[in-house]
């Protein structure tokens, strides 16, 4: 993966285990859907273009629908009781020079207010949280209902996440046994200086009904019939020619061999344009690009993408978001997978992309180690706009 920072490695921890029942969900609250994604889904691909490491800790029973879910590149270690001994278990697993600790039910904060926690650390911070004005009053109450003191909402700042820290910094707060509400609150109990920075209104936290419904209307927009589904799949098999260039989510990975197929064989590009295709009605990869067509013969999977998109906003659709999941043994997409996500939301004018990447335990063509295949999902809005 590649960070905002080229100096420095970027941890993002995300504890998973609270409930859903305040959703009226019998399962935790990160495996609830918002649209065509989980809650946890939401929240990686949002936050993994800034990072190094990635990794969620689940509720005790649920690793594996976890790590089914978010693929193989994602470190899942199991949670604990409370919050804090969640981000306990996963900090012992953190390598890297920063450490951002993130919340899976505030699943749309932006990639952007992710980066504004980094460059605060970057600028040598030791501690950073996103924070926004308070709007109400806000006073004390004791025990019988009476007002003690009221505050100067001037001074107050509610706090989201996620919340940056100096990797030596974080470990020292954790090594406390003092349990917090945040990561910060361990922090100042150091008297650490605790710099804040803007948030903003996407990084709410989903705990109630209420906040789904927001969400979605974050996601969609009021009118949800104006909303397609398209799901598009690719496979190729490894090519016998050892000079054939391997391309896969428009990157070239020089170490390995590549695939046979028309044009440069990325299945993860294809996959996409097939998804993006259907959703739109527009038929598939095939019709559109096919061995019929010679202009396409090894056409890079960035032309394919930025083609089909052509189309796309052509027939009246522009894109919400897209997620792909690339299945083999070959090659290991965690180290570039941050790479991989920005390289195919470049080709699709910044759309919003997910890429996880998983193997099938040996079995079929891709387990075998004969191939590599990827499926893809996207969601497409009516413009109205037809060009």
């Known amino acids: 993966m590649r960070s905002l920072l080229p100096n420095h490695s970027v941890t993002v921890i995300i504890p998973a285990g609270g409930s859903g029942e305040r959703l009226g969900a019998s399962i935790p609250k990160a495996l609830v859907q918002l649209a065509d994604r989980t809650l946890i889904e939401h929240c990686v691909s949002r936050i993994a273009p800034i990072a190094n490491q990635i990794i969620v800790a689940a509720p005790a029973g649920y690793e594996e629908k976890f790590r089914s879910l978010l693929g193989d590149d994602i470190l899942v270690v199991t949670g604990g009781i409370t919050r804090t001994d969640s981000v306990r278990a996963a900090l012992s697993r953190a390598t890297s020079d920063y450490i951002l600790v993130h919340d899976a039910a505030r699943s749309l904060a932006s990639t952007q207010l992710a980066g504004r926690v980094i460059d605060a650390l970057a600028s040598g911070e030791k501690a950073v949280i996103p924070v926004l004005p308070v709007i109400d009053t806000i006073k004390n109450v004791d025990h019988n209902n009476f007002v003690i003191t009221t505050h100067d909402r001037n001074a107050l700042r509610a706090v989201q996440t996620p919340q940056g820290f100096e990797a030596q910094t974080l470990r020292a707060a954790h090594a406390t046994s003092d349990d917090a509400t945040d990561d910060a609150g361990l922090v100042e109990a150091l008297n650490i200086p605790v710099k804040v920075v803007e948030g903003e209104d996407r990084a709410f936290k989903i705990t109630v009904p209420e906040d789904l419904a927001r969400a979605q209307r974050a996601?969609?927009?009021?009118?949800?019939?104006?909303?397609?589904?398209?799901?598009?799949?690719?496979?190729h098999a490894f090519?016998?020619?050892?000079?054939?260039?391997?391309?896969?989510?428009?990157?070239?990975?020089?170490?390995?061999?590549?695939?046979?197929?028309?044009?440069?064989?990325?299945?993860?590009?294809?996959?996409?344009?097939d998804a993006l295709l259907s959703a739109a009605q527009l038929g598939d990869l095939g019709s559109n690009f096919g061995v019929a067509e010679p202009e396409w013969a090894?056409?890079?999977?960035?032309?394919l993408l930025q083609e089909t998109l052509k189309r796309v906003k052509a027939a009246g659709y522009e894109i919400n978001n897209v997620s792909v999941q690339i299945v083999g043994n070959r090659p290991k997409i965690g180290p570039r997978r941050a790479e991989a996500i920005n390289s195919l939301s470049l080709a699709l004018d910044g759309a919003l992309v997910s890429l996880s990447a998983t193997t099938t335990d040996g079995l079929g063509f891709t387990g075998e180690g004969k191939g590599i295949s990827a499926i893809a999902s996207v969601l497409l809005r009516v413009t109205g706009r037809i060009s």
């Open 219 to 235: 996601l969609l927009g009021e009118d949800t019939k104006n909303i397609r589904v398209g799901v598009g799949t690719d496979a």
């Open 239 to 273: 090519s016998a020619d050892v000079n054939r260039p391997m391309w896969l989510a428009g990157l070239l990975w020089s170490d390995e061999i590549g695939v046979d197929g028309h044009s440069d064989g990325d299945v993860a590009a294809h996959a996409i344009c």
């Open 298 to 303: 090894g056409a890079s999977g960035a032309k």
